[in-house]
């Protein structure tokens, strides 16, 4: 019976993890250019026996399991997310391929579709709270000034007419090497500048999260997660008066 807390543990601490994912999805809904993540689980490898034999020692097995299931991997969703008009000069949105190359404060580079973009005191483009938006020469973007106008390809002109910037927009050959580290930026991966991005300009790529997906998905891990506690105590109980009743004879 033992036995039993090892599927009943394993599926509770699976359901939490994934209720957290999905948490962290639904709070990132409104984040420009976020990609939602999702959980996967599977068993360990089944590597316990019962074997049966005799006194020569000719064994046989007869049978193979695995109590427990753990985290597997966490995928990302690079579905492109609705390109939405701002009007705000500083907002690039990318559609398609390509991520936004920012340098952190620790040297660092990281990597976004998020691109709500502002001047800091002089006068480089930056992401709010991550570090400087990246230009195609690989260092960060001094404008000195909002009154701008860009292109499609990412290129940055001043009132006058000329240009000042050019975005870099890096691309992966498998995106599957990215994760998200704790402020939602892309690591993990060295990226390559692309040559022809689509950007538009005072546009913001939104959000791929979808908070019908995530309620359903939420409501079916919370049951999974109650059924599992409840029959959890229900083998408690059941021990219990094993205990005492064998206690007596």
């Known amino acids: 019976m033992l036995k039993g807390f090892y599927n009943l543990t394993s599926g509770m ?19 420009a250019g976020y990609k939602s993540d999702l959980y996967t689980s599977s068993t360990f ?7 049966a034999g005799n006194k020569y020692k000719n064994y046989q097995d007869i049978g193979e399991i695995s109590y427990i299931r753990a985290s597997d991997q966490m995928y990302i969703d690079y579905t492109q997310g609705f390109v939405e008009p701002t009007g705000i000069n500083l907002d690039f949105g990318i559609e398609g391929d390509g991520f936004f190359g920012i340098r952190t404060e620790e040297g660092e580079t990281v ?15 930056r992401l709010q709270g991550q570090g400087l938006v990246l230009g195609y020469d690989g260092q960060p973007i001094q404008l000195g000034t ?3 106008h860009a292109d499609k390809g990412g290129v940055i002109y001043d009132s ?8 870099a927009v890096y691309n992966f050959e498998d995106t599957a090497q990215l994760e998200h580290n704790r402020e939602g930026m892309f690591v993990g991966a ?17 959000s791929n999260v979808s908070m019908i997906d995530e309620m359903t998905a939420m409501l079916t891990s919370q049951r999974a ?17 094993a205990s005492t009743d064998l206690g007596r004879l």
């Open 13 to 31: 601490l699976t359901q939490q993890r994934n209720l957290n994912v999905i948490a962290n999805n639904m709070v990132n809904s409104s984040t």
């Open 45 to 51: 490898d089944e590597v316990m026996f019962a074997r």
């Open 111 to 125: 990597y976004t579709r998020m691109g709500s973009f502002s001047l800091d005191g002089d006068g480089y483009l």
């Open 146 to 148: 909002d009154k701008i």
């Open 160 to 167: 006058a007419g000329r240009q000042i910037a050019r975005l």
């Open 190 to 206: 060295q990226g390559q500048l692309m040559e022809n991005p689509l950007v538009h300009w005072r546009y913001l790529e939104r």
């Open 225 to 241: 997660l109650q059924s599992a506690a409840q029959v959890s105590r229900m083998y408690d109980d059941v021990m219990t008066k």
